[in-house]
């Protein structure tokens, strides 16, 4: 009964967005949109997606990036009204679906070969 009405007002009330086609590896560009007193304004984050999780209204996805030589993760509910666009800047060749090898690496180390021949 209760999985019931959580999947009804889930199926009804939540937005759903088309974003494109992207896993663990690919450089993406997320533009969120940030909200501080009564100004509004869109906020790009690029880096690796590290990982994918969840399913349906509750998918996440998890991106890193290197700012200031320091790793900031950040993980974006793809059901947020908040990301108004994802762009997939490089598609990467990894054989795992979560890369968290990828925290401990640095430098040449931490770099993700492009996928050749890959339509965008």
């Given amino acids: 009964?209760?999985?019931?009405?959580?999947?009804?007002?889930?199926?009804?009330?939540?937005?759903?967005?088309?974003?494109?086609?992207?896993?663990?590896?690919?450089?993406?560009?997320?533009?969120y949109r940030i909200v501080e007193g009564a100004k509004?304004?869109?906020?790009?984050f690029q880096g690796v997606?590290?990982?994918?999780?969840?399913?349906g209204t509750t998918k996440t996805f998890t991106v890193r990036k290197i700012s200031g030589g320091i790793g900031v993760e950040r993980i974006f509910p793809f059901s947020s009204p908040f990301i108004s666009d994802i762009v997939v800047n490089k598609r990467g060749?990894?054989?795992?679906?979560?890369?968290?090898?990828?925290?401990?690496?640095?430098?040449?180390?931490?770099?993700?070969k492009e996928r050749k021949g890959s339509k965008q």
């Fill in 49 to 55: 997606v590290l990982q994918m999780g969840g399913h």
């Fill in 1 to 31: 009964m209760k999985k019931d009405l959580i999947q009804y007002v889930e199926d009804n009330f939540v937005e759903v967005k088309r974003f494109p086609q992207f896993k663990a590896g690919d450089t993406v560009t997320v533009a």
């Fill in 40 to 44: 509004e304004r869109i906020q790009q």
């Fill in 93 to 112: 060749v990894v054989r795992r679906a979560r890369i968290y090898y990828l925290r401990a690496l640095t430098g040449k180390k931490a770099r993700i």
